[in-house]
């Protein structure tokens, strides 16, 4: 199971944790798992409308970001972060993310 | 840059009559560094440039013991310095011909041209203070002398009345243990414009001062010959009192602002500053001559 | 882990000429604005005098009718934008809001944000046409500091803007309903901040303020464009990111992005500041109204007040040790000004600020605020360089008060491999410490200062560096050469660095490969050039598009020597057969017989890279302070930056001297000076005030190689990283020269004076 | 609206070389969109960055600041008249042997700049190759590298550098 690094801002919704392990193969599924136990989570980091992690938010996994991919695998032991998607200039319309 | 027309006359009476005909739309064109980016901002608009650059007396450059120096007023910051008789002479000039902007600038702005321009920071004003500059005007009028202290009456203002335009810059030769300097500060080492500037000569008789004067740029509408700060060290040594004194009347003389380059009261106590390192290598100079 | 020379490069790590080089010395490489097309007109845009304003009405029937003048638009000629979040670069931004920031619809925002423009014959004439549009403006109090902003009687730059809470800055988030100029907040946590104070035997908390800087780029915002009669779109411009920028094109104007070809061309530097788009957007309007090429540069003027500066920033930071040296929390509050829309780059500034150390309790929070001044873009490291300024000149403070070596006070708090960011983030492979180590075992940090009045300082950084998409494609040429296409505007020598990694792969010279770069149309998306991105993305496509192009070559081959193909191997440029070891083949021998074999070879392909591998940094910097005048003179410098592998290491070098000197300059006396109704006073070279060359010493560049051990040629990103460090690395210098501690940039000389004239005044009191 | 051209006739790279011009025209202007030559670059179009560096009878000026029509009778050398047929002059070699360029857009000024240097002083120290270039400004390169390419072709040139 993947370990969610739960953005501070929305750690009430986790009911203060910091962390939770959830199952998923990828990063949707570990999405909506995660907001299954938590809902709220996939309003927040999920724009439905582009079947995409919403603008300005990369996904990390274990330490390699990813973008906004929903469809990245996560493995078993992996830890997942949703950050800024920060750069010199990076994450664009169509591009991935950056950590 | 709006529609203009150029002239380009080769004599005095020709460039009179070009400015007069327009008056205040007209302006005379030297090396241009200040005018051209002047009109291009809008910040003048002319109907006509007086190129004067293609008049012999304006590029005349020459100097004899008796006669003393005379710059015509488009003659560029370069042959000044390269002239190794005049730098030798004339010090405060040679500081001034040196850090005017970079060498491009140098290739083309004239003090003629820094001096007419009437900026308060105007580097070269206190320089040709500090050697009794006087200033040679051309009008419909005939000709004029004007001490350069008196040339500037406001921030881009001048004594030049319609028709009128500057021909040249003439200074005396100076006297024996003579030593002029000129300093300004910037937060750059170059390409910069004077946050103060403070220009000094000196006459010495051994060690004791016969005449000084000081004249300080960036710390009022225009640069100013600060008086009594020469005064005060005249007809002594230049102790660090009597330094400091003349730096304290120059202070005295400085009626800055705040603005981006400083606040009036850093820019004041930089006209201390200064004035002291000045005289003192004024005073060096003058020892050395 | 490999080390660089455990990989034995023939070719990277070497120092070729650029392949653009000769075009660059001899006047002949065509920039944006060298870029000419039969009938072209000039376009001029018309900028706000006020910094905040309401648009009443506009006439333009004066400029109509000057002779010469073709076109004349305004807000109202683009079509209503969709109040959309996109990602812009590092930001991100609302499509509504590039739209408005492109060309002000009802209000003007800041003073020079476009509200009109002319296509004209000439550059005059259309100067003039500006200058003839009546614009009645109804003046706004504005508000132009982030502090400020964000109390509840400030004016609002946008009345129907309401704070988010959310994880970054984007919707839904958690919406206030509280009408404000602060467009997000956010905040970082690790640990339990509480517990980590109660830990601490010494703690300091300042303040820091910044002031906006520009990326000062030497060539002006250019475009030329044409909206032809089929409503295709081209243009031709000065670009970081062709594909983004066409894509922002498309937002705004409503039109299909394949109706939209950007043809970079060369680039007169950016530093993230030609990622947005400006002119290109009413270029393409004044074509498509007068039917005619339109070609639009912004004066020097124009840049800095109507493009994207970096924001200006306030810092409350508090940091807290052991007795014994140990680093035990860290708090900060960011508030960055964002300009005239909402997208600073405070997010990456929250997340570089501590990043340099292992600190196991951390909280920040962070503000977005809008402001009237420039919408802010990004520039080298974006947010990084004003967060950690505050960082390192708290680190150092906590160093003297705990009596050790500032040097040795970070080595000792070094963050390594698999430590947490302020994010939760476990650090990958990188050498943070190594570049601390190295500058300690440096001349320079042996060296004695030598003089009164002079210090010494130290900083370190940190910037996360990017991936972003890539698309090369290489075709095997007969005579051994390969060309290689990209699509990746060369802003500072990516293709010396592309080619070299080309020619590795395929065991030829870097001289043999010959760098193209294509427009929108004719090669698969890239990302931007930014990010420290460039070298690092094209890599792993290279290294995608030699191994098929070489595989292909192997099957050629195969043919040739009537053998299977794996029976055939690669190595070091030869071709040979693992059967019979007399039949070898180089690859130029090989390239030469490929008509016989099945035809030319050329291959694709598109990657989308990950781990860009993180970039830290260590400077060092020595100056001597004039306590007279306050004017600081730099007497020495070394920087010293894990660069994972340089490619071309005098290239590398020179990102690292570029990034310093800008860090330098952002320090000692660049700004926007401001005065209170919101007009910046200092716009031009004269008065903004760029380091010169004989404001500077040499730049050393110490390059620590610890490879990216995600990326093929090992390479992480090496071009913002340097821009970080200067900051804090001056204000710790200027400490120790004359014992004031300077909180505010830019450290001007007056304000240097001015502390220690306090100082004098503080000790006279104490006394 | 255009008012009348003036005819000037110059001497650019050794070329007799004529041309009209509006009196507002710059020099800068004149070379870049009447006489084609895009070598010269145009940074900031008031003197204080030196990309539109060329050689104006003999002394370098920031040719935004001259006029096109001030230009009758001079001789003009630009970016475009400094490597000849045989190949790249020293210090352009130097340049690209030293990295001293990244965008490239203030090269031309550098180079015309450097060159006037070296013809005048041919050994210069690098405090006087960094007053020299202080009227030109880069902002990719720090300016280290740039330095050590002048001090480079110094040597070339027959300085002893």
């Known amino acids: 199971m993947a370990t969610v690094w739960i953005p501070t801002p929305y750690r009430e919704l986790a009911g203060g944790a910091s962390t939770v392990v959830v199952p998923g193969a990828t990063v949707r599924q570990v999405t909506r798992n995660l907001d299954s136990a938590y809902p709220g989570f996939w309003e927040r980091l999920v724009d439905d409308e582009r079947d995409r992690i919403r603008a300005g938010i990369t996904v990390v996994v274990n330490g390699v970001s990813v973008g906004y991919a929903l469809y990245e695998p996560v493995g078993e032991d992996d830890e997942v972060h949703y950050l800024p998607a920060i750069a010199g200039g990076a994450g664009q319309l169509q591009g991935t993310g950056i950590q | 840059m709006r529609p203009i027309e150029y002239v380009a006359p080769t004599t005095v009476d020709e460039a009179v009559a070009a400015l007069a005909e327009k008056g205040d739309a007209a302006r005379p064109l ?169 220009g000094a000569s000196v006459v010495m008789d051994g060690n004791t001062v016969t005449a000084c004067r000081v004249a300080l740029a960036s710390v009022a509408p225009t640069p100013v010959l600060a008086e009594e700060a020469g005064a005060a060290l005249v007809g002594k040594e230049p102790t660090d009192d009597a330094l400091a004194q003349a730096a304290e009347a120059a202070r005295a003389a400085a009626k800055p602002i705040s603005d981006m380059r400083g606040t009036a009261e850093y820019r004041t106590h930089l006209v201390g500053v200064l004035t002291t390192r000045a005289l003192r290598n004024a005073i060096q100079r003058a020892k050395e001559a | 882990m490999t080390t660089v020379e455990d990989r034995n490069y023939k070719v990277i790590g070497t120092r070729p000429i650029r392949h653009d080089g000769a075009d660059k010395v001899t006047g002949r490489a065509i920039y944006g604005i060298d870029y000419h097309m039969t009938g072209e007109l000039w376009g001029k845009i018309l900028r706000s005098p006020h910094a905040h304003a309401n648009i009443v009405k506009i006439d333009t029937s004066k400029a109509e009718a000057l002779p010469g003048v073709r076109a004349v638009i305004t807000g109202r000629d683009l079509p209503v934008a969709a109040d959309m979040e996109v990602d812009d670069g590092e930001t991100s931004i609302n499509t509504m809001h590039l739209s408005n920031n492109v060309m002000a619809h009802r209000k003007a925002l800041y003073r020079g944000h476009a509200v009109a423009a002319v296509a004209a014959d000439n550059q005059h004439i259309a100067e003039d046409a500006v200058n003839l549009i009546e614009v009645e403006y109804e003046v706004l109090p504005p508000v132009l500091n982030g502090r400020e902003a964000m109390k509840a009687d400030a004016p609002l730059v946008h009345p129907e803007q309401t704070t988010k809470s959310m994880a970054f800055r984007f919707d839904p988030g958690t919406d206030t309903g509280e009408k404000s100029n602060i467009a997000g907040r956010t905040e970082m946590r690790l640990g339990d901040i509480d517990e980590g104070f109660k830990q601490a035997d010494v703690i300091v908390e300042r303040v820091f303020n910044t002031n906006w800087v520009h990326q000062g780029y030497i060539e002006a915002q250019n475009a030329t464009v044409l909206w032809n009669n089929d409503d295709s779109i081209q243009v031709w411009n000065s670009s970081q990111g062709t594909f983004n920028q066409r894509q922002l094109m498309a937002e705004i104007l409503k039109h299909p992005v394949s109706k939209i070809r950007i043809t970079p061309q060369e680039i007169g530097g950016g530093f993230g500041g030609k990622i947005p788009v400006y002119l290109e957007v009413p270029a393409a309007v004044l074509s ?6 339109v070609k639009m540069m912004m004066s020097r003027a124009e840049v800095f007040e109507g493009t994207g500066p970096a924001s200006g920033s306030e810092t409350v930071c508090k940091m807290g040790a052991t007795k014994d040296g140990k680093i035990v929390a860290a708090y900060a509050e960011l508030v960055f000004e964002a300009g005239a829309f909402p997208g600073s780059a405070v997010g990456a500034g929250a997340q570089g600020m501590f990043t340099t150390y292992n600190i196991e309790n951390i909280l920040i929070h962070a503000y977005d605020v809008v402001v009237n001044k420039p919408k802010s873009a990004a520039y080298r490291s974006p947010g990084t360089p004003q967060t950690c300024f505050a960082a390192e000149s708290v680190v150092d403070e906590l160093a003297e008060k705990v009596g050790i070596d500032p040097l040795e006070f970070r080595i000792m708090n070094a963050a390594k491999e698999g430590d947490r960011r302020a994010d939760g983030v476990a650090h990958p492979v990188m050498g943070n410490l190594e570049c601390m180590v190295q500058l300690k075992e440096s001349n320079h940090y042996k060296s004695d200062l030598g003089g009164p009045n002079r210090g010494r300082g130290i900083a370190s950084g940190y910037w996360g560096n990017a991936g972003m998409p890539a698309s090369c494609a290489v075709s095997v040429n007969p005579d051994g050469t390969v060309s290689l296409a990209e699509g990746s505007p060369d802003i500072g020598g990516s293709r010396v660095s592309l080619a070299m990694m080309t020619a590795e792969a395929f065991g030829i010279p870097a001289e043999d490969v010959i760098p193209i770069i ?29 191994k098929q192009a070489i595989d292909l070559m192997k099957a050629r081959a195969a043919r040739l020597w009537e053998t299977e193909v794996d029976n055939v191997d690669f190595a070091d440029g030869v071709f040979f057969s693992k059967a019979e ?47 007279e005048t306050g004017k600081v003179d730099i007497l020495r410098y070394t920087a010293a930056q894990d660069v994972g592998v340089a490619i071309h290491p005098d290239y590398v070098e020179g990102q690292v001297q570029g990034g310093a000197v800008q860090g330098i300059g952002w320090a000692l006396n660049e700004e926007y000076f401001y005065d209170d109704s919101g007009r910046m006073m200092n716009s031009s070279y004269l008065d903004y005030r760029m380091p010169t060359s004989l404001d500077l010493p040499e730049i050393d560049a110490i390059l620590v190689q610890v490879p990216n051990p995600d990326h093929p040629f090992g390479v992480r990103g090496v071009a913002e990283i340097s821009i970080v460090p200067p900051l804090g690395a001056l204000a710790n210098a200027i400490k120790a020269a004359v014992g004031v501690r300077m909180q505010e940039l830019p450290m001007a000389p007056y304000k240097i004076v001015k502390a220690l004239w306090d100082k004098e005044a503080e000790s006279n009191g104490a006394g | ?137 880069c902002r990719c390169t720090g300016y280290d590298k740039i330095v050590r390419a002048v001090v480079d072709a110094a040597g070339h040139m027959g300085g002893k550098s």
């Open chain 3, 288 to 293: 498509k109204k007068s039917g005619r090429p």
């Open chain 2, 30 to 198: 030297a090396g241009g560094t200040d005018i051209l980016v002047q009109l291009r901002g809008g910040r003048r608009a002319v109907d006509r440039i007086v190129d004067v650059k293609r008049i012999p007396e304006l590029n005349e450059l020459s100097y004899d013991a008796q006669a003393g120096l005379r710059v015509g007023a488009a003659v560029p910051c370069h042959r000044i310095y390269e002239d190794e008789a005049i730098a030798a002479v004339y010090p405060g000039l040679m500081d001034v011909a040196t850090l005017i902007g970079g060498i491009q600038i140098q290739g083309r702005a004239s003090l003629g041209g820094n001096l007419c321009n009437a900026a308060p920071s105007g580097d070269s004003i206190p320089a040709l203070i500090a050697h009794n500059a006087v200033a040679e005007v051309a009008g419909p009028g005939g000709k004029r002398d004007v001490p350069v202290e008196d040339f500037c009456t406001a921030p881009g203002r001048t004594v030049l009345g319609p028709g009128e335009f500057l021909v040249a810059l003439r200074m005396p030769t100076p006297p024996a243990s003579f030593g002029a300097s000129y300093l300004r500060f910037i937060p750059r080492n170059e390409m910069d414009i004077a946050v103060a500037g403070a």
């Open chain 3, 581 to 627: 070891s007399e039949l070898k083949l180089t690859f130029k021998e090989l390239a030469g017989k490929l008509m016989e074999t099945g035809g030319p070879i050329s291959t694709a392909a598109s990657v989308a890279p990950r781990g860009a591998g993180p970039s830290f940094s260590t400077h060092m910097v020595d100056v001597e302070v004039d306590p």
């Open chain 4, 1 to 137: 609206m255009p008012s009348e051209k003036i005819h000037v006739r110059t001497t650019v790279n050794g070329e007799a070389t004529d041309f009209l011009c509006e009196a507002n025209q710059s020099l800068l202007e004149v070379l870049r969109d009447v006489l084609y030559m895009t070598g010269t670059k145009e940074g900031c179009n008031d003197g204080n960055c030196g990309a539109c560096t060329v050689n104006l009878d003999g002394r370098i000026v920031d040719s935004c600041l001259v006029l096109g029509v001030e230009a009758q009778g001079a001789t003009i050398e630009t970016i475009e008249g400094v490597a000849t047929p045989e190949g790249l002059h020293p210090i352009q070699q130097a340049f690209l042997e030293n990295a001293a360029l990244q965008c490239g857009i203030c090269t031309p000024g550098f180079i015309v700049a450097s060159k006037a240097l070296l013809e005048r002083e041919p050994n210069p120290s690098e405090h006087r190759i960094r007053h020299w270039l202080a009227g030109n400004l």
């Open chain 3, 518 to 546: 294509k427009d929108t149309d004719s090669i698969g998306y890239n990302g931007l050039t930014a990010g420290s991105s460039t070298t690092l993305r094209n890599g792993v496509a290279i290294a995608q598009v030699a």
